[in-house]
């Protein structure tokens, strides 16, 4: 039981570790030899946990996933259907791109731009991701239109497109531009996309 907790804690560690160096360089700066240079630990201690490069970069993907389901999806869940439910999804969202343990901002927007260099598998399951989150976006704003909230006319697609726009905007403007009125002006331009779409 100790040796299972221990070998537990010390795969919690490599993944906290690798989704640092996700968040600010990308899945690709994730290579066994950099983890056990950071971690002070030898490459055979991580290969207890992670076969090669790509189970690794996988791992800590997986790890992301994980960690957007609770904070973004989950803690959304309670709101109420439609626009009130957008509305909390895309706070959590914003919010979410400035997590402390997200060191250099949202690791699906660093992975994204890479993903022509990723192995198949991480690209996959990636895409997998991001068309997941566009379909739960599609799904809110589909609520917000069943519930006459939005114009019965509106073009969900455009919606989505419009919210990553958004988001990305968010992203850079915080991230490299140091902004510190990103957020306010994001939520701003969010509201009067929700405006624009009733």
């Known amino acids: 039981m100790v040796a299972s907790g221990a070998t537990s804690a010390a795969r919690e560690r490599i993944l906290s570790h690798g989704l640092g160096i996700a968040s600010q360089q990308g899945l690709n700066a994730l290579t066994m030899g950099t983890l056990a240079r950071e971690l002070d630990m030898p490459r055979s201690g991580l290969t207890i946990h992670f076969a090669n490069r790509e189970s690794l970069q996988l791992g800590v993907l997986e790890q992301a996933i994980a960690l957007f389901?609770?904070?973004?999806?989950?803690?959304?869940?309670?709101?109420?259907?439609?626009?009130?439910?957008?509305?909390?999804?895309?706070?959590?969202?914003?919010?979410?791109s400035r997590a402390p343990m997200l060191k250099g901002g949202c690791p699906f927007v660093h992975a994204s731009r890479q993903s022509d260099d990723l192995a198949e598998p991480v690209r996959f399951r990636l895409k997998e991701v991001l068309d997941g989150w566009s379909d739960v976006l599609s799904?809110?704003?589909?609520?917000?239109?069943?519930?006459?909230?939005?114009?019965?006319?509106?073009?969900?697609?455009?919606v989505v497109f419009e919210l990553y726009g958004l988001y990305l905007s968010h992203h850079f403007f915080h991230w490299n531009m140091k902004?510190?009125?990103?957020?306010?002006?994001?939520?701003?331009?969010?509201?009067r996309l929700l405006a624009a779409s009733r």
Do not use: C, Y
Request: aromatic share 8%; glycine share 4%; charged share 30%.
């Open 69 to 96: 389901q609770r904070d973004v999806v989950n803690a959304s869940v309670n709101a109420s259907p439609g626009d009130a439910h957008l509305k909390a999804m895309f706070g959590r969202w914003i919010a979410w």
């Open 139 to 158: 799904a809110a704003i589909g609520e917000a239109k069943a519930a006459s909230q939005f114009r019965s006319d509106l073009d969900i697609d455009q």
């Open 179 to 191: 902004d510190k009125a990103a957020e306010a002006r994001t939520i701003k331009a969010f509201d």
